[in-house]
């Protein structure tokens, strides 16, 4: 059995720590052996449990293996900016949110740093579906070196095995503004959905396990004619985009993003049964590097002041390209959209990158929320905050103003 089967791996995982020497490991590692799940499916975790998963999945590699993504040697300055003045109990905030993390870049500077659930500036924590968004800037990047010449050529036709399923006709861009119109079920709730079962599924020596498993669903809809939230389809665009680039993910993100951008510490991409990094999810950053992409994009994702996307990449990748059915709100190229030019990157149980241009903000959140995977009352207290800072911000501005 599956379930007893981790268990006496997590034993004798604690047993031989015990060995070599507790104190040895880092507190991440130990914690989340303290804490061991006994099954493999991180959605059905205890809060406890994930509270010690969540800064600490590359840890073992029998539970995930991961590949690492090398930063460079020096840090970009994240300086500090006066303390943000908001009208509201930070502290009350976090504990609501129950924040691991919670940064606030305005113009460059940070204006608020805070952690929480023991966690700190020196750690790592997942980043669940926040990957889509790096995953799609990728994509902009490949499509910038000539590796991908259309976003409207079709899947199959970069990835030979697709050819004949539902995905046959679907373009690029329908799959990263997920409107492929093939069957997908992501209910995090639902341990026999789609998103609880594909990165277990066993594919057919030599293919991979995310082309096997997506080739076998069904059409339910005419592609390009409804938004449906797949994480399986961000998985095959990182299929496609290793395929063209013939290198890793994991490589591909440090050589364009990771080392030039100057995040401070490595980071970690979890891997598919078959070695392929879960390219919609599952990024292990520290928040300040995390907080750092989101000022890269903010800064229109240049390198020593030239770009490395597609002109016009990223008016096109972070407004509105679908309805969602929820007024004011869109999806782009794998990012969440909002009717007044913001934008953010989103992931289960907390986790988020939220851009506003117009106030030049990036707001970075790494938390593990207690009710469920997409609390409605944790998800409205977070976009209530972000109104709070950017009322701040406006706030300051006025002030500035009239004093001139």
Same mark, same amino acid.
């Given at each position: ?107 460059? #500077? ?154 401070? #510490? ?139």
């Amino acid at each position: 059995m599956k379930f007893k089967k981790i268990a006496l791996i997590g034993l004798a995982a604690i047993f031989g720590a015990g060995a070599l020497g507790w104190q040895s490991l880092d507190k991440e590692t130990r914690g989340f052996l303290a804490a061991f799940p006994t099954n493999t499916d991180l959605l059905f975790w205890s809060t406890s449990q994930r509270d010690a998963a969540f800064r600490a999945l590359d840890r073992l590699p029998f539970l995930a293996k991961h590949r690492v993504v090398p930063a460079g040697d020096t840090a970009s300055a994240l300086p500090p900016g006066a303390p943000l003045a908001l009208p509201m109990d930070i502290d009350a905030y976090m504990q609501g949110q129950r924040s691991a993390a919670l940064m606030v870049l305005h113009n460059g #500077q940070v204006r608020l740093e805070r952690y929480g659930l023991d966690f700190d500036s020196e750690g790592r924590w997942t980043s669940f579906s926040v990957a889509k968004s790096l995953t799609s800037t990728l994509v902009g990047m490949a499509v910038r070196d000539g590796h991908i010449k259309s976003m409207d050529d079709k899947v199959s036709d970069y990835i030979a095995e697709m050819k004949g399923s539902a995905y046959d006709d679907v373009s690029i861009r329908q799959l990263l503004t997920m409107t492929s119109g093939v069957a997908w079920n992501e209910d995090y709730d639902d341990p026999k959905s789609d998103v609880a079962q594909f990165n277990n599924h066993k594919p057919k020596g030599g293919e991979d396990a995310v082309v096997s498993y997506l080739r076998q669903l069904p059409r339910a809809v005419p592609a390009g004619t409804r938004w449906l939230y797949s994480t399986g389809e961000t998985n095959l665009v990182g299929v496609l985009v290793e395929k063209k680039k013939k290198k890793t993910l994991s490589d591909y993100l440090s050589e364009k993003i990771w080392r030039p951008v100057g995040m401070e #510490q490595k980071a970690t991409w979890m891997l598919s049964k078959t070695g392929q990094e879960i390219s919609g999810c599952c990024l292990q950053a520290a928040t300040r590097d995390f907080a750092r992409f989101g000022q890269f994009i903010l800064n229109g994702a240049l390198i020593n002041g030239q770009p490395t996307l597609p002109e016009g990449w990223l008016p096109e990748a972070t407004t509105s390209r679908t309805g969602i059915g929820h007024p004011g709100r869109g999806y782009g190229y794998q990012w969440w959209t909002y009717d007044n030019g913001s934008f953010a990157a989103r992931g289960i149980f907390g986790q988020g990158i939220f851009i506003d241009p117009a106030r030049k903000l990036v707001i970075a959140s790494n938390a593990n929320w207690g009710n469920n995977a997409t609390d409605p009352k944790a998800t409205a207290a977070r976009e209530a905050f972000y109104v709070a800072v950017q009322q701040a911000v406006d706030a300051e501005v006025a002030e500035a103003a009239a004093k001139r």
